[in-house]
């Protein structure tokens, strides 16, 4: 049986720090659902977006694509009905 002092869920970058940072310490565990590249916090599409059609650079830019970025980002397990009201 593997024993650690902490054990500690969740492989984002909280986890992560907390791990780090009690590791010289403590006998650390850290699980995680995914392999920690792929965490929330390095993975996310998030922050404020917003289609610049009227920007020449961004004339093929819309809201539709912008839904499709969040949820294809959320690995299609996001709430697909609710995508286009926090992407307008």
Known sequence: MITHDILIVGGGLTGLRAAVGLCDKYNVGLISKVYPLRSHSIAAQGGINASLANN???????????????VKGSDYRNHVQGSPENCL
């Open 56 to 70: 020449p650079e961004g004339r093929d830019d819309t809201w539709e694509k912008h839904t499709f970025d969040t």
